[in-house]
């Protein structure tokens, strides 16, 4: 506007850009923290999900009166 137009970056703006760069920073950071997590997460509902599956099989197969034939 009443400015002239350079190519020169001005000190605040290199601070904003410089700022701006470092959330970025932050936040994909974060985002890849989250992300394992989550798979983490998963995989140990796998794991809860096998154990609960092999206690059932088990049970069926000792007071139940056979093997379960669903696998």
């Not at 923290?33 to 049970?59: K, N, P, R, S």
Request: charged share 15%.
């Amino acid at each position: 506007m009443n400015q002239p137009e350079s190519s020169e970056v001005r000190p605040q703006d290199a601070f904003l850009l410089s700022a701006v760069g470092w959330q970025h920073l932050i936040q994909d950071s974060i985002g890849k923290v989250q992300q394992a997590q989550l798979h983490a997460w998963g995989e140990m509902a796998q794991t809860f999900v096998a154990l609960y599956q092999d206690a059932w099989d088990c049970w069926t197969a000792r007071f139940g009166g056979g093997v379960p034939l669903d696998g």
